[in-house]
């Protein structure tokens, strides 16, 4: 069983960056590994993901060009780099995983979740 822990959100200005990070218990290594977010009266939606190796990423349309997803396999570690942000882009962050080695969008595909963390842009 694998255990995720989310840092890094705050309280920050339109067009200003944070960097989320995702600290894994162990096992990662071979996991697709994936960022969400959820709004106040909203569904949760996907945000961006990566493979185990980091070759290949993926990004909603709505963040893409902004945002930018990274691994460290050695530190058990995903990043989610946000720049450029907007108050559309306020949300709790929630950093996830899935046990094979490819990349699904769908929220429920996944297999393990961090508890979140709360990012606030205001204009």
């Known amino acids: 069983q694998v255990q995720l822990a989310e840092s890094g959100g705050g309280l920050v200005q339109a067009g200003a960056s944070l960097r989320l990070s995702c600290t894994a218990s162990?096992?990662?290594?071979?996991?697709?590994m994936g960022w969400f977010r959820q709004a106040p009266g909203k569904e949760r939606e996907f945000v961006a993901a990566?493979?185990?190796?980091?070759?290949?990423?993926d990004y909603a349309d709505s963040v893409k060009g902004r945002f930018t997803i990274s691994r460290d396999n050695a530190k058990n570690t995903a990043w989610l780099q946000m720049n450029s942000l907007k108050p559309e882009d306020s949300a709790v962050y929630f950093c996830?995983?899935?046990?094979?080695?490819?990349?699904?969008?769908?929220?429920?595909?996944?297999?393990?979740w961090g508890q979140g963390t709360q990012v606030t842009v205001s204009s």
């Open positions: 990566i493979t185990a190796s980091g070759r290949n990423t």
């Open positions: 162990g096992g990662m290594g071979r996991m697709t």
């Open positions: 996830a995983a899935r046990r094979w080695s490819n990349i699904l969008r769908k929220d429920e595909a996944y297999d393990y």
